[in-house]
T-cell receptor, first 114, second 114 residues
Framework: AQSVTQLGSHVSVSEGALVLLRCNYSSSVPPYLFWYVQYPNQGLQLLLKYTSAATLVKGINGFEAEFKKSETSFHLTKPSAHMSDAAEYFCAVSKDTGFQKLVFGTGTRLLVSP | DTAVSQTPKYLVTQMGNDKSIKCEQNLGHDTMYWYKQDSKKFLKIMFSYNNKELIINETVPNRFSPKSPDKAHLNLHINSLELGDSAVYFC?????????????FGPGTRLTVL
């Protein structure tokens, strides 16, 4: 079975500071990995995804994530936080075979202070 | 143009009632999904349809019955509503059912059972 662990239900940063949201996965087969963002009272939107091509993945809004197989991690980073980045971030895993069934982590709320 | 739309946005009802949530996507995708997000923001897949055929059916009570009249629509009917059904229900779609396809989420339907 696949699973995702997101460390830290809340992360607080100052505007302009580095954003680091942690995600560790467990999968018995090669995974696909995703980061989705949920703004208040909205649906989820894809930030980026790992599909076994490049291990460093760049996404929208200046976010990127690096797939590290040895650490079973897919942490999300952004060099400089903006106020508009305040949202809930979800890491998700899916198998690379069969029907896509996303298994989500419990989410991390990013708070950005001026 | 809204890519994935859901109606209604809010639904407040009494225990024991039957209710439906509708979802439509105008992206031309073959695959649609229903997710449940609980009060702790945990997201779990419920069902997935590909070209009107059910392909994923998680351990959901049989009071929940999805229906896909065509590949652009996926509705969710819930019988005999219970307090524990209170949640936000998200519809999503993707181009195909496998691989790393991006899922596009609707804005959600907040169901409150009193």
């Amino acid at each position: 079975a696949q699973s995702v662990t997101q460390l830290g239900s809340h992360v607080s940063v100052s505007e302009g500071a580095l954003v680091l949201l942690r995600c560790n996965y467990s999968s018995s087969v090669p995974p696909y990995l995703f980061w989705y963002v949920q703004y208040p009272n909205q649906g989820l939107q894809l930030l980026l995804k790992y599909t076994s091509a490049a291990t460093l993945v760049k996404g929208i809004n200046g976010f990127e994530a690096e797939f590290k197989k040895s650490e079973t991690s897919f942490h999300l980073t952004k060099p400089s936080a903006h106020m508009s980045d305040a949202a809930e971030y979800f890491c998700a895993v899916s198998k690379d075979t069969g029907f896509q069934k996303l298994v989500f982590g419990t989410g991390t709320r990013l708070l950005v202070s001026p | 143009d809204t890519a994935v739309s859901q109606t209604p946005k809010y639904l407040v009802t009494q225990m024991g009632n039957d209710k439906s949530i509708k979802c439509e996507q105008n992206l031309g995708h073959d695959t649609m999904y229903w997710y449940k997000q609980d009060s702790k923001k945990f997201l779990k897949i419920m069902f997935s349809y590909n070209n009107k055929e059910l392909i994923i059916n998680e351990t959901v009570p049989n009071r929940f019955s999805p229906k896909s009249p065509d590949k652009a629509h996926l509705n969710l009917h819930i019988n005999s509503l219970e307090l524990g059904d209170s949640a936000v229900y998200f519809c999503a779609s993707s181009e195909s059912p496998g691989g790393p396809d991006t899922q596009y989420f609707g804005p959600g339907t907040r169901l409150t059972v009193l």
